[in-house]
């Protein structure tokens, strides 16, 4: 499942991407953001706080840092849509977008490959 959220071909994807007047929808055209993420035991696994130390960044629970991918795509303020891969956890029964996350942010369960809904 891991080449399937492949930062590359998911960009190649949303490069092929058309809108209702058939032309590219995005431009090749692209920003990169970095994000500090802070680790907090405090926060609640799966989620994340603004951080009030570092301006623009946030805190999240260690095992919550670890599930995310890297590399994610945004146009503006909208997630791709088109990228979005839903299941649900087997062990906590969480709902999880799979172009966010390695394995569970709130249980730490890995994926199976055949429960993509």
């Known amino acids: 499942m891991s080449n399937r959220f492949d930062p590359q071909k998911?960009?190649?994807k949303l490069m092929?991407?058309?809108n209702?007047?058939?032309q590219k929808h995005f431009i090749d055209d692209h920003e990169e953001v970095k994000v500090q993420i802070r680790p907090d035991k405090n926060v609640s696994p799966g989620k994340f706080l603004?951080?009030?130390i570092i301006p623009g960044g946030f805190k999240a629970h260690p095992v919550t840092i670890r599930a995310m991918?890297?590399?994610i795509f945004v146009g503006s303020t909208e997630l791709f849509s088109d990228l979005e891969t839903l299941i649900q956890c087997d062990s906590c029964k969480s709902e999880?977008?799979?172009q966010f996350w390695h394995f569970c942010p709130y249980c730490e369960a890995e994926f199976r490959t055949?429960?993509?809904k």
């Open 10 to 12: 998911s960009y190649e």
């Open 16 to 18: 092929r991407a058309t």
């Open 20 to 22: 209702a007047a058939n």
């Open 50 to 52: 603004s951080d009030p």
């Open 69 to 71: 991918r890297k590399d």
């Open 96 to 98: 999880i977008d799979l």
């Open 114 to 116: 055949d429960c993509v």
